[in-house]
């Protein structure tokens, strides 16, 4: 399987920040790779799929890049609903694996 | 707009088959080209993909549940079916069915979610 990590764990942020995660993989996965959020008691929601492409309705605020290992999701103005967990998923090869997530919070 | 909604028991005893259902609303399961896909997620390992299923009988499953898992589609009844046999204590979790969009390839369309419990 291909591993998936995720850094920081934990981000402690104030609205208006830039706000930058970090997901590797453990071997290259070109750019197929997503983001979503999830927030407390929900299922999670898309952000970026094809590690830099915004889904459908997700604001511009938010950005992903990268490629082979590598990724990164970047929030450029953090706004109070963004505080949530964000994770990363590979679809590289099967099983689709998870990161960990980074948790967003005050 | 489609919806995805996930049903079956919350308990379910040791050693016996976990079995869900996810009813597609607003929408077919035959329509468009998605695989139809089951997540859970748990306290200790986080999200984890269980295996999804095309229309046509294609599909993939997780290596590591593989010889205890199926995932069927029911057009009939426009419903993403689960079967998990023998669950122990570590198949306890939030079970999220999904749709998998082949032009998007990601999650694009999650169930709200059913927690399940295994009991001894």
């Known amino acids: 399987d291909i591993q998936m990590t995720q850094s920081p764990s934990s981000v402690s942020a104030s609205v208006g920040d830039r706000v930058t995660i970090t997901c590797r993989a453990s071997?290259?996965?070109?750019?197929?790779l997503a983001w979503y959020q999830q927030k407390p008691g929900k299922a999670p929601t898309l952000l970026i799929y094809d590690a830099s492409t915004l889904h459908t309705g997700v604001p511009s605020r938010f950005g992903g890049s990268g490629s082979g290992t590598d990724f990164t999701l970047t929030i450029s103005s953090l706004q109070p609903e963004d505080f949530a967990i964000y994770y990363c998923q590979q679809f590289s090869s099967f099983p689709a694996t998870f990161g960990p997530g980074t948790k967003v919070d005050v | 707009q489609v919806q995805l909604q996930e049903s079956g028991p919350g308990l379910v005893k040791a050693s016996q088959t976990l079995s869900l259902t996810c009813t597609v609303s607003?929408?077919?399961?035959?329509?468009?080209?998605?695989?139809w896909t089951w997540i859970r997620q748990s306290a200790g390992k986080g999200l984890e993909w269980i295996g999804r299923m095309f229309l046509s009988g294609d599909g993939n499953y997780n290596p590591s549940l593989l010889s205890r898992v199926t995932i069927s589609v029911d057009t009939s009844k426009n419903q993403v079916s689960l079967e998990l046999k023998s669950v122990t204590a570590a198949d306890t979790a939030i079970y999220y069915c999904?749709?998998?969009?082949?032009?998007?390839?990601?999650?694009?369309?999650w169930g709200q979610g059913i927690r399940v419990s295994v009991s001894s």
């Open positions: 999904a749709r998998e969009s082949v032009a998007l390839t990601a999650l694009d369309l």
């Open positions: 071997q290259g996965i070109s750019t197929w």
């Open positions: 607003g929408g077919s399961v035959a329509g468009g080209s998605y695989f």
